[in-house]
């Protein structure tokens, strides 16, 4: 069975999928033994080229990577992984028999999370990885999660400017807003980050980027620095906000009809009830009296009242929304 018929095939929802990557058939069957009887499905490979193969085929949800393999060793193919867009995010446990210090940093420096030292001790190996595949796990939950609240996110490796991870949702927007895909991050992003390092570094938020949609002024991509999650890598959180969604937003909070919200939107637009009754292709007066109906709901008396009140709202729910 080749890699990509295999990766068609692997049972995610039941099994998490260990690639193990040894140039010794011993060690290879007896790690194999121990996570197949703990319920893994397990993938191997002997030499680094194999493994960067059938990581990128079959996306692993964790690597056990032998350092030392004759031609390509586990550095290079760690650093290989963590330079590929669709690897990078894949947790690296390295299985060494060297102890000094050096190599040991060598294996961390290169992308690995761990290490465990040789020979290797089934038992030692499976809480490793049950660390790490938790950690993971909580890590794309999170990302999975912001999703479903429309927050894309992607993560950008500073010094090379790739991309080196992103959500569904982000590769979407990505591609809509800039026709781009990892591992190219947009080159208005990119300049934006590194503009703005420096006081994220000191912990000052920097200004949002915002990009207009091509097809209409109405919707617009937001871009906000969230945190640093590596020596050299930003995550950088995403949104796509239009009238709409602010107008809906504006309707559930404050319970008004449809209509009702869209008349307080004009108006913390500054528009009049002239121009709003052009907008929303109504009379003035209906306007007025919608506006009324805002206004008992609110709790206020007067357009300003209601317009600060229905702002300060915005700014809790949608912090990049221009007035």
């Given at each position: 069975?080749?890699?990509?018929?295999?990766?068609?095939?692997?049972?995610?929802?039941?099994?998490?999928?260990?690639?193990?990557?040894?140039?010794?058939?011993?060690?290879?069957?007896?790690?194999?033994?121990?996570?197949?009887?703990?319920?893994?499905?397990?993938?191997?490979?002997?030499?680094?080229?194999?493994?960067?193969?059938?990581?990128?085929?079959?996306?692993?949800?964790?690597?056990?990577?032998?350092?030392?393999?004759?031609?390509?060793?586990?550095?290079?193919?760690?650093?290989?992984?963590?330079?590929?867009?669709?690897?990078?995010?894949?947790?690296?446990?390295?299985?060494?028999?060297?102890?000094?210090?050096?190599?040991?940093?060598?294996?961390?420096?290169?992308?690995?999370?761990?290490?465990?030292?040789?020979?290797?001790?089934?038992?030692?190996?499976?809480?490793?990885?049950?660390?790490?595949?938790?950690?993971?796990?909580?890590?794309?939950?999170?990302?999975?999660?912001?999703?479903?609240?429309?927050?894309?996110?992607?993560?950008?490796?500073?010094?090379?400017?790739?991309?080196?991870?992103?959500?569904?949702?982000?590769?979407?927007?990505?591609?809509?807003?800039?026709?781009?895909?990892?591992?190219?991050?947009?080159?208005?992003?990119?300049?934006?980050?590194?503009?703005?390092?420096?006081?994220?570094?000191?912990?000052?938020?920097?200004?949002?980027?915002?990009?207009?949609?091509?097809?209409?002024?109405?919707?617009?991509?937001?871009?906000?620095?969230?945190?640093q999650t590596g020596d050299d890598d930003w995550?950088?959180?995403?949104?796509?906000?239009?009238?709409?969604?602010?107008?809906?937003?504006?309707?559930?909070?404050?319970?008004?009809?449809?209509?009702?919200?869209?008349?307080?939107?004009?108006?913390?637009?500054?528009?009049?009830?002239?121009?709003?009754?052009?907008?929303?292709?109504?009379?003035?007066?209906?306007?007025?009296?919608?506006?009324?109906?805002?206004?008992?709901?609110?709790?206020?008396?007067?357009?300003?009242?209601?317009?600060?009140?229905?702002?300060?709202?915005?700014?809790?729910?949608?912090?990049?929304?221009?007035?």
């Open positions: 069975m080749n890699d990509r018929v295999l990766a068609q095939t692997l049972d995610r929802a039941n099994s998490d999928v260990v690639l193990i990557v040894d140039d010794v058939p011993d060690n290879l069957s007896v790690l194999h033994d121990a996570l197949d009887e703990s319920g893994f499905t397990v993938l191997v490979a002997t030499h680094g080229e194999a493994a960067l193969q059938r990581a990128a085929q079959a996306l692993p949800d964790i690597v056990l990577l032998d350092a030392m393999m004759p031609g390509m060793d586990g550095f290079e193919v760690a650093k290989r992984l963590k330079a590929d867009a669709r690897t990078a995010h894949i947790p690296i446990i390295f299985m060494t028999g060297l102890t000094e210090t050096e190599y040991l940093v060598a294996a961390l420096d290169s992308g690995g999370v761990d290490y465990v030292t040789k020979p290797i001790k089934p038992k030692e190996v499976l809480a490793r990885i049950g660390v790490h595949l938790q950690s993971a796990r909580e890590k794309r939950q999170a990302r999975n999660a912001l999703d479903a609240f429309g927050y894309a996110t992607i993560t950008v490796r500073v010094s090379d400017g790739k991309l080196m991870w992103q959500t569904p949702l982000a590769r979407a927007l990505l591609l809509q807003y800039y026709s781009t895909s990892a591992p190219q991050t947009p080159e208005a992003v990119l300049t934006w980050l590194r503009r703005n390092l420096a006081d994220a570094e000191r912990q000052i938020e920097p200004p949002r980027l915002v990009c207009e949609s091509a097809d209409s002024v109405a919707r617009r991509l937001t871009f906000r620095l969230h945190q995550l950088i959180i995403m949104r796509e906000e239009s009238d709409d969604t602010v107008i809906q937003a504006m309707s559930l909070s404050f319970k008004l009809t449809a209509r009702e919200a869209e008349v307080l939107y004009w108006v913390v637009k500054g528009k009049i009830n002239r121009d709003i009754g052009d907008i929303l292709g109504t009379s003035p007066m209906t306007v007025k009296k919608h506006l009324e109906r805002v206004f008992a709901k609110l709790g206020v008396e007067t357009r300003t009242a209601a317009a600060g009140m229905a702002m300060g709202r915005i700014r809790q729910l949608h912090p990049q929304f221009e007035q």
